[in-house]
């Protein structure tokens, strides 16, 4: 028995290996946000920044801006919080392209009902002929992502960037 255990415990250790990066995307999931529930002073707002190029991405950050959302405001029911959208998952925001039976769109529509503001980047959107009225109504268009952004953060809001290593699953 004791030779079994021996043998055995390289392959939990090469297990634990492999398993480490998922097992520590648990614990560091919106640290970001963690860290300013605990802080000692409200932050200015917060931007949500979103800059994907893969599909479907609001299927794994709307929940996740959800739930950030909802901790954040438990925390400073007051705060501003905004999400700026420059890559690819904006064109999903488009009037044409978007599903509003899809339970992404509905959280971000809710969201928008919460004063949750979201803009796109209107350079990015013109690659795909995209102009201002072409998106859901929730949905502003600003000129320039990054430089929206920029402003946002110049204001004092805290900048946290969504990304799929820190998604809900």
């Known amino acids: 028995m004791i030779r079994m255990m021996n043998n055995s415990i390289p392959f939990l250790l090469v297990l634990l ?9 648990d614990d560091s999931r919106l640290d970001a946000v963690q860290a300013l529930i605990v802080a000692d002073a409200e932050p200015g707002g917060i931007v949500f920044e979103i800059l994907t190029w893969e599909d479907n991405s609001w ?3 709307a929940p996740m ?3 950030a959302t909802r901790q954040l405001r438990e925390r ?10 420059h890559g690819n ?22 969201l928008s009902d919460e004063q949750v503001d979201f803009y796109v980047s209107e350079d990015y959107a013109k690659y795909k002929h ?4 072409d998106f859901l109504p929730f949905v502003d268009v600003s000129p320039s992502g990054t430089a929206q952004l920029q402003d946002f953060i110049n204001l004092g809001f805290t900048h946290i960037l969504l990304e799929r290593s820190n998604a809900i699953d």
């Open 130 to 133: 995209l102009g201002t009225k």
């Open 17 to 25: 290996a492999i398993y480490q990066p998922f097992l520590q995307a």
């Open 59 to 61: 299927d794994w950050a």
């Open 76 to 85: 400073y029911p007051g705060i501003e919080i905004v999400l700026i959208s």
């Open 65 to 67: 801006l959800q739930i």
């Open 89 to 110: 998952e904006l064109f999903d925001l488009a009037l044409k392209n978007s599903q509003p039976a899809n339970p992404a769109i509905k959280i971000l529509q809710s």
